[in-house]
């Protein structure tokens, strides 16, 4: 079968991907070698995607009240109850609040039919809670939300400074682009400035774990030592910027000289002085910037302070330099592009502005145009809180547990009139909110454009046909939208036509004033569409779209140049204090996508971090008296949860790291969303997610435990539980309070197995608490369960592997009761390599027996490493801690 050339759902790199369906309803997933983000690489989770394809999990078909009804049940329901709403109280009782994983397509329509028909701004997007300090920085420097530079640029630069960026793990095809960049010229310098260390320093010539939160005061002191060694670009300052005096006047007052720079960001004054020593002899230089600086109640000024730098050297608009934004999901930009934020109007224009808000009007010929901003995220849940918005319907994003705050977020939900989510999954932590749920079009049923971070747009195709009664957003909006009385707005028949009237709209009345335009991509037809290759914008008539902005000096404010914006640096909104000491920091994993509605799907996915954790450093665990691999309690004024403890040297001083994506469809209470203070960034009301003061504690348990089952179990009375997905079974991981009399009969409820003649393998020491019970299905495994008071459990590597068989030896039984592997060699250890199933104990083995020096070494004997390259810096680190301890021991 013919593959069909799509785009990755994930994230924003936006890598080109052959999806070949077949007869099971599945598909062979591959890179497109030709599409320019990432030339025929896929990374692990886009390698992947097969394994999220499928039914199981689906939400197929509308729902109200959790009952099942027609589609024009749904739809009247959700345009009439907005309609009356609407008719009640105004236009501004009611809101959308959608998503950067939207096509394209989607988000023009719902954007149209809030600002141009409802008459309200109230449309955020998760895009609040991700880019939205980018786009306040990019506009207030350039005057439009412009990421100047091209990919191919990364590889043309001589140092690329990563800042709040883990790289290797999120954006692993750009990171890999980087890497090749390095291995072909040496010379090139990567630096991270990142308060942990991460898998990306791996690759850096420098690491400034920088203490969370001092990026404008180090960015002011690089723009100030600059300035004093007279690395300035006074051409370029001169004729095309605006501001720089004031600017240089407030850097130089509060950031101070070297050293008092490096006392507030916490890093060696020699290590620092080397950074600004490297940016400033390096003329091809590229900040590139994420979350660690968006994510902020100052993320807009981290923005300009790194932006202020490259504007002083003259370092943009040129080949290998610039300041870049790496965006999060996979159509944050397109988002951007049709301006579906609360404070913006279509295609780069303004609200503010009358004259643009008269040419949308005008273009759409619509009965309303919103002239006042809406509520951004987290004031919109506010405000639906507080019962002035009674009316929500929620696409393609999981507010329950991606906002700050995020019990709130339930109250809120909880009291709304109207709750309506559109989503590809019946049960979410926030569906379990919807009056309505309806079925939405997923990745390789529905069909658009996507843009990313390097303003490519890209198609996604369908290969697979609509499962059960599934729509694409894009048509389900529309219907809504005729079913109130606007039809004329929303006659669209394909993505085509939504995509055109945007390109048009890019275009209308634009005359050079606004850079985002498409016109060359205006006028396509179904087939032209289909056909479309991925493209940078602007696309101007010659259709030939544009690798770099910038290149003539020119920038979009009216008068044409671009602004030094002053940054005085302000600390976090709430400090740490005796009650809680630490700072909470919360961000992603390798093999997970947010909240894991699809790769918590993908055993090979889940192999990689099985479950929900808290990173310390040793002397914070020692201080709060907790234990590596014990249970603790992670505490702030705002929440709690529970997960496992990580001590590692490698999570720096004062600080905490708790991943985002469990939830409570994975765990009993590791939802860290409901921790996470609701400070937000004045300039552009991003939540500020990287900094929480919290308490970690021992969360006491009389045992520890887990399960593996063939068969999905209720696992719902234990106290503490997380479930994941494997290749053929579900793990459960338990922690249990209270004293357990018969472990026999609590070991046969867990694994749902009472019936007497059930084949079992047991083994109970009641004196230690050790229970191990295997339930047998003739000669296979069915089901597993290790207790033990202690979290010193049997491998899960070993066990998983046992499932695989059809029939167990006799030598495996014996494995099974004495809790290890008889045959040591079974015991593979944690999943390293996703892709090829390459456990710790693996890699460490032929590291250490084969003497291998280098991940390339590994690769060549273990396969690990060698497909999407995902694990290569973890391979390196391994390596490296091989070498120290036969260092340790040889000495
Ligand atoms: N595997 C995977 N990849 C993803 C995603 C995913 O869910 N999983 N999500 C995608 C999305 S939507 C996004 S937005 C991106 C996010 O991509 P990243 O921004 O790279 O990811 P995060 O882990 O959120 O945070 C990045 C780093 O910021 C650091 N940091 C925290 N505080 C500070 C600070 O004050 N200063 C500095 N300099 N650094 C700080 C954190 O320690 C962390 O290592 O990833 C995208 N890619
Ligand atoms: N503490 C903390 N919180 C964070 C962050 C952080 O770093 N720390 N990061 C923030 C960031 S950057 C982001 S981007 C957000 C992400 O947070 P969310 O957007 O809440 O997370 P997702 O799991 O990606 O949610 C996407 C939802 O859309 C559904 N879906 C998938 N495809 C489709 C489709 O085609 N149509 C429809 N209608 N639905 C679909 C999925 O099943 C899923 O339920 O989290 C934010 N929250
Ligand atoms: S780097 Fe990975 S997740 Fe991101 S677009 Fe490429 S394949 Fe998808
Ligand atoms: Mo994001």
Known sequence: MNAVKT?????????????????????????????????????????????????????????????????DAALDHVAQGFRKIIDEHGPDAVALYVSGQLLTEDYYVANKLMKGYVGTANIDTNSRLCMSSAVAGHKRAFGEDLVPISYEDLELADLVVLVGSNTAWCHPILFQRIVKAKEQRPEMKIVVLDPRRTATCELADLHLPLRAGTDVTLFNGLLTYLHQHGVVDTKFVDGHTTDVERTLAIADNTAGDLRSVARACRIEPSVLGEFYRMFARTEKAITAFSMGVNQSGAGTDKVNSIINCHLLTGRIGKPGMGPFSITGQPNAMGGRE??????????????????????????????????????????????????????????????????????????????????????????????????????????????GTVTNSDRRISRQRAFLPLPGEAKPDWWIIGEVAKRMGYAEGFNFSGAHEVFDEHARLSAY?????????????????????????????????????????????????????????????????????????????????????????????????????????????????????????????????????????????????????????????????????????????????????????????????????????????????????????????????????????????????????????????????????????VLMDGERIKACIYVSPRPDLPSRAWLSGLFGKKKLEDIDRVGLLIGEPVNKQADTGPTVCSCFGVGRNTITDAIRKRGLKTAGEVTACLKAGGNCGSCVPEIKSLIAQCAAIAEETAA
């Open 7 to 71: 785009t990755c759902p994930y994230c924003g790199v936006g890598c080109g991907v052959l999806a070949a369906p077949r007869k099971d309803g599945g598909a062979d997933i591959s890179g497109d070698p030709q599409h320019p983000s990432n030339f025929g690489k896929l990374c692990v989770k886009g390698s992947a995607l097969g394994e999220t394809l499928g039914d199981h999990g689906r939400l197929l078909y509308p729902q109200m009240h959790g009952e099942r009804v027609g589609w």
């Open 338 to 447: 049709v301006g579906g934020l609360a404070n913006m109007l279509a295609a780069h224009m303004e609200l503010a502005n009358p004259t643009h808000r008269e040419i949308v009007q005008e273009f759409w010929k619509s009965p309303a145009i919103v002239a006042k901003q809406g509520l951004k995220a987290v004031d919109l849940f506010n405000a639906i809180d507080e019962g002035k918005v009674k009316a929500v319907w929620i696409m393609a994003t999981n507010p329950v547990v991606s906002l700050p705050d995020a019990d709130k977020v339930k109250s809120a939900l909880s009291k709304c009139e109207l709750v309506v989510v559109s989503d590809i999954i019946e049960k979410t932590d926030t569906a379990a909110y919807a009056h309505v749920l309806l079925p939405a079009a997923g990745w390789g049923e529905k069909d």
């Open 509 to 773: 009345r634009n005359e050079g004033s606004r850079c985002f335009d498409i016109n060359g991509l205006s006028g396509l037809d179904r087939q032209g569409f289909d056909a479309m290759d991925p493209i940078q914008w602007p696309v101007l008539a010659d259709a030939k779209g544009t690798p770099r902005l910038f290149e003539n000096g020119r920038y979009f404010h009216a008068d044409g140049k671009a602004r030094f914006i002053p940054t005085p640096p302000r600390g976090p909104a709430h400090a740490t204090d005796a009650e809680f000491p630490l700072v909470l920091n919360t961000g992603r994993i390798r093999d997970q996508w947010h909240t894991m509605t699809r790769t918590g799907r993908s055993p090979k996915l889940a192999s990689h971090i099985p479950e929900p954790f808290v990173d310390m450093h040793p002397h914070d665990a020692l201080m709060s008296g907790v234990r590596d691999g014990e249970l603790v309690r992670v505490a702030t004024r705002w929440g709690a949860l529970v997960a496992r403890l990580k001590t590692t040297p490698e999570q720096g001083r004062g600080a905490v790291f708790v991943p985002i994506h469990w939830n409570n469809q994975f765990a009993s209470d590791a939802r860290v969303g409901a921790l996470v203070n609701p400070a937000v960034d004045p300039v552009s009301g991003e939540p500020e997610f990287k900094h929480t003061p919290v308490r970690v504690e021992a969360f006491g348990v009389a045992w520890h435990g887990f399960i593996l089952s063939r068969d999905a179990l209720d696992v719902d009375g234990v106290t503490w539980w997380t479930r994941i997905q494997g290749q053929q079974f579900i793990r459960y991981e338990l922690g249990g309070r209270g004293v357990v009399q018969n472990w026999n009969e609590l070991g046969r409820t867990l694994l749902n197995a009472e019936s007497p003649d059930a084949d079992w393998l047991e083994y109970s020491d009641k004196t230690a608490g050790i229970y191990r019970g």
